[in-house]
């Protein structure tokens, strides 16, 4: 059964989209496609007479103890040693267009002695036998600030140049980089050095929707043979299945093989597992991510920084029962589509196994403008002591009923932004929050909530001594509190 599915794996991977880019340098190859790190040389250039050292490290470019020369003499270098040649091929496999990009990256010791990149001149020409085609004009190094979401290059490195092909190629290309004619290297000191690393960047070209991941099927990782014996979860830019996995499958949603996963032993020697995901660029997420990761109770860590969530809008119960895990970064993650949000990051609450979260990190792009419902998104997450929500814009929030319950070590909740307008549930919102000393909810607007029991139910009259709302918009009855926690609003 074993070697069958590896036999089929095999297949699928021969006649699927196959797109590699590769980067040569000084005859060694790697496959740059998918990666920042594109070759095993270092280029070295002194001004003057300048001399090309390789050591076995990055392909790195460095200019040290520059002197500065005209762009007219920079782009004529042709002495061994004044310009760096590499090449670039892929190949394609089916009918598809491959969008490319040739960037440098600044990658100068942080401990040398660093000329400004505005005086850095860079020029990338194609080579075409003895002949050269500029694919740019002489420009200084500028890093740009928004990733390429059409061929994968991140921000914080220069473009180069941007491509496409739709067939087979094999190009070598030529960079030339100098110390600009407007450094004045008076006074300086001597010993600056400038280092870029040069990286190659590809995307397919597929769509978003076709390059998407399929909804939690329980044919792969998520069958009951791993779930529980997962602790370690990472995605990856590439879809590269390494030798030696113990199973792999084509989870994309159309299966064309655009997003891959597959499981390795973790190295503990228990018997666990690791689970890696990986597509060419980032991973598209599904519309319906609900119960994606639920109930992997050994979860341990987990890295979802290749995740693009742009399209998703189902988050249900999205890490729900991943008990083990203590912290979570969804720093990369953009929620502007996501109507429902809840039981998110909960325990089974039923059933009573706490969560074990101490720290969610939260990005600028987490938008819940659109959340409908709430419910439960942080209940029985017993180990989280702070959580500052008042980014979250709750406009179309019309649940929010026990979404703190059992937060029994939550001290400090800032809730100051939240707009209940259209909330018509908070029953067990705070429900056994012992450790709430004050609550501020003065933006709270509770005209239109019909279902408010136990909204404060244990939440221990010693330990919480003030809530705060504001005078016309709160229209809970006092005895709603005083009933459950000895104590009297204080009306704002």
């Not at 942080?110 to 020409?125: F, P, Q, V």
């Amino acid at each position: 059964m074993h070697k069958e599915m590896k036999r089929k794996e095999r297949t699928i991977l021969a006649f699927i989209l196959l797109v590699v880019l590769v980067v040569a340098i000084g005859g060694v190859s790697y496959a740059a496609f998918q990666y920042s790190k594109t070759g095993e040389k270092v280029n070295t250039i002194t001004t003057g007479q300048i001399v090309m050292r390789y050591t076995e490290t990055d392909n790195v470019i460095n200019i040290n103890n520059a002197l500065p020369i005209s762009d007219e003499v920079g782009m004529a270098q042709l002495r061994t040693g004044e310009y760096f040649d590499f090449n670039i091929s892929s190949t394609i496999v089916g009918n598809t267009n491959i969008n490319y990009e040739i960037s440098a990256k600044d990658v100068t010791d942080s401990n040398a002695r660093k000329i400004d990149g505005k005086y850095i001149k860079l020029y990338l020409t194609k080579l075409n036998g003895d002949s050269e085609e500029p694919l740019m004009t002489p420009t200084t190094y500028n890093e740009e600030t928004i990733a390429n979401s059409y061929t994968g290059r991140p921000a914080g490195e220069m473009s180069l140049y941007e491509g496409s092909m739709s067939a087979s190629e094999d190009n070598d290309y030529r960079l030339r980089m100098w110390v600009s004619d407007e450094y004045n290297p008076q006074g300086d000191g001597g010993g600056l050095t400038f280092s870029v690393q040069i990286n190659v960047y590809g995307l397919d070209g597929l769509s978003k929707e076709d390059r998407m991941m399929r909804t939690a099927g329980s044919e792969d990782f998520h069958s009951s043979t791993y779930r529980s014996s997962v602790t370690s979860i990472v995605t990856k830019g590439n879809t590269n299945i390494p030798e030696g996995v113990i199973e792999s499958w084509d989870i994309s949603e159309k299966q064309n093989g655009s997003v891959i996963a597959y499981v390795e032993d973790d190295g503990t020697g228990s018997g666990t597992y690791k689970v890696t995901i990986g597509a060419n660029g980032r991973i598209v997420a599904n519309y319906n991510m609900s119960s994606y990761f639920l109930n992997f109770s050994n979860l341990t860590s987990i890295d979802l920084s290749y995740l693009d969530t742009s399209l998703v809008t189902d988050m249900s119960m999205m890490f729900c029962g991943s008990t083990n895990l203590t912290t979570l970064d969804l720093s990369s993650f953009d929620t502007a589509n996501v109507t429902t949000m809840h039981y998110m990051f909960c325990n089974n609450i039923i059933f009573g196994t706490p969560m074990n979260l101490t720290k969610i990190t939260f990005g600028e792009e987490f938008n819940t403008s659109k959340v409908i419902s709430m419910t439960g998104m942080f209940g029985g997450c017993t180990k989280l002591t702070e959580l500052d929500l008042s980014f979250f814009n709750t406009t179309n929030v019309t649940n929010m009923a026990q979404m703190f319950a059992h937060c029994n070590s939550l001290s400090t909740l800032n809730l100051s932004n939240f707009n209940t307008l259209k909330v018509t549930d908070i029953s067990s919102m705070f429900q056994n929050c012992y450790a709430l000393t004050e609550l501020d909810l003065t933006s709270f607007d509770t005209s239109n909530v019909t279902n408010y029991s136990n909204m404060f139910s244990n939440a221990n009259s010693s330990s919480l001594s003030s809530i705060f709302v504001t005078e016309g918009q709160w229209t809970i009855p006092n005895t709603v509190i005083t009933n459950a926690i000895a104590l009297s609003l204080i009306h704002i």
